[in-house]
């Protein structure tokens, strides 16, 4: 049903995937979902095309940075879980 004056929604395409890739792309995050069902579909979508759009080497340095080096909040977190369990334990 079409309004005058009001045009249909349409998704964001900010990788200008063609009609085929963008089915290839909804295959693969239900897939994703059903293997990891406890990571929400924004993480999985950005996993994905930034999978999709980087070269291999983009991505090993990217992992290579996750592995040694720590992450930005760790200490922050880390402090903060230290005061809570002293909390708890008085």
């Known amino acids: 049903m079409e309004i005058e ?3 249909r929604k349409k998704h964001e395409n900010h990788f200008n995937y063609t009609d ?7 295959l ?4 994703m979902k059903e293997l990891y069902p406890d990571v ?3 993480y999985a979508e950005i996993v994905y095309d930034m999978c999709k759009n980087s070269s291999e080497e983009e991505i090993e340095k990217i992992m290579k940075k996750v592995e040694n080096e720590p992450f930005k909040y760790a ?14 334990i008085k």
């Open 20 to 26: 085929d890739q963008l089915q290839e792309k909804r």
């Open 5 to 7: 004056g009001y045009d």
């Open 40 to 42: 929400s579909s924004y």
């Open 28 to 31: 693969a995050l239900k897939t």
């Open 75 to 88: 200490k922050q977190n880390l402090e903060k879980r230290e005061k809570e369990k002293e909390i708890e």
